[in-house]
């Protein structure tokens, strides 16, 4: 898989030019992403109702745009908090991935839970994950540094780590070694447990394989009653895993497996379930 060029969801189209003048350290483009990009649920109470609809801006082009609509101007120039594009860490991610891959620099999206917002709880999380220094450098863009206990510019990996791929966390379910329970979009939201968990094991693949989808975006085997296709779960979460410890034979199948099964990809249409007021919608992905 070639993380050095565009998806159709991180190609900043006639926006390039925006991303080319930003730097490429995680440090100052986390602190870009977080300028341009605001959290939708973070800063609800600071943020305006009439631009809630940004959080469905599927394409990094059009983010781009919006936010340009409203601040002509570099990206690293300061926006008024309320005026910032409504997103959240997809967006974030998405946002540090496409200007990674603008320069040159393989970077792709991880999607699973981190244990550093709550102390009881796992919320699910995308962070970004750049090839440089001959390895793949694991960042949060939400986060400065200092901000936690660890170095969220070179996360740990592997047993332990504060951010645990939805890979990792199926396994250790299926294990018996996690409360699946606690594993969700927040203690209040009733969206988490062992349906969610495996839902996201196959968006970690689309991302895997570069197409960045929504985190509320589903298709083929997502949803309520992906639970009943454990094995198939068990079968990626697998592989995934070994193709993170280095495995290309696991990388290739992992890709082969991705076309190969309608069950994993999104066709031409995603059911997306809104998460400010769970209406379904029927999406088309075409341009």
């Given at each position: ?135 793949w450098v694991r960042f949060d863009p939400e986060l400065s540094p200092g901000d936690k206990s660890f170095d969220a510019l070179d996360m740990p990996v592997g047993p332990g780590s504060p951010f645990a791929t939805s890979a990792e966390v199926w396994r250790d379910h299926r294990a018996g070694r996690i409360d699946v329970e606690t594993y969700g979009v927040d203690p209040d939201v009733p969206v988490r447990g062992e349906w969610f968990v495996g839902t996201y094991v196959v968006t970690e693949l689309a991302h895997r ?79």
């Open positions: 898989m070639d993380y050095t060029t565009h998806s159709a969801y991180s190609d900043p189209r006639s926006r390039a030019a925006l991303l080319e003048a930003l730097p490429v350290d995680a440090a100052a483009l986390g602190a870009v992403s977080r300028n341009v990009i605001a959290h939708y649920r973070a800063h609800e109470a600071e943020l305006p109702a009439e631009t809630r609809s940004d959080i469905d801006l599927r394409w990094l082009d059009r983010i781009l745009d919006a936010d340009q609509s409203r601040h002509p101007e570099p990206l690293a120039v300061e926006r008024p908090l309320p005026n910032r594009v409504q997103g959240c860490c997809r967006d974030h991610t998405l946002f540090c991935v496409g200007a990674l891959r603008q320069r040159g620099i393989p970077a792709r999206s991880r999607v699973g839970f981190a244990t550093y917002f709550s102390p009881e709880w796992n919320h699910d999380h995308v962070v970004v994950e750049a090839h440089v220094g001959g390895r394989m570069k197409d960045e989808l929504l985190l509320w975006d589903g298709w083929g085997v997502m949803g309520p009653d992906v639970a009943e296709h454990a094995d198939l779960l068990d079968e990626l979460a697998d592989v995934v895993v070994a193709a993170d410890a280095g495995d290309a034979g696991a990388e290739a199948e992992l890709a082969n497996r991705y076309r190969a099964d309608d069950r994993l990809h999104p066709g031409d249409v995603v059911q997306s379930v809104s998460p400010l007021d769970g209406t379904f919608t029927q999406v088309p992905l075409a341009r």
